[in-house]
């Protein structure tokens, strides 16, 4: 699964909206949107906030995501 898709089904499953987790990580609205559709590369930061945003931790953010391999 990619992370795009893992982060947007976490989301939904605690009923937050992209707002309402922008309000919670202090992220901007569009960051969060194109992080889902997988269009932005972005810092580790901001995988912290949305952990901290989704109360989840690392681990449950990042167990879904798969490496590409070339």
Request: no cysteine; hydrophobic share 40%; glycine share 6%.
């Amino acid at each position: 699964m990619r992370f795009a898709s893992h982060l947007t089904k976490l989301r939904q499953d605690k009923g937050l909206s992209i707002r309402q987790l922008a309000a919670t990580t202090g992220l901007e609205y569009s960051q969060i949107q194109r992080i889902e559709k997988g269009k932005v590369n972005f810092a580790f930061t901001t995988l912290i906030a949305l952990a901290q945003g989704l109360e989840v931790d690392l681990y449950e953010l990042l167990a879904e995501y798969k490496i590409p391999r070339s």
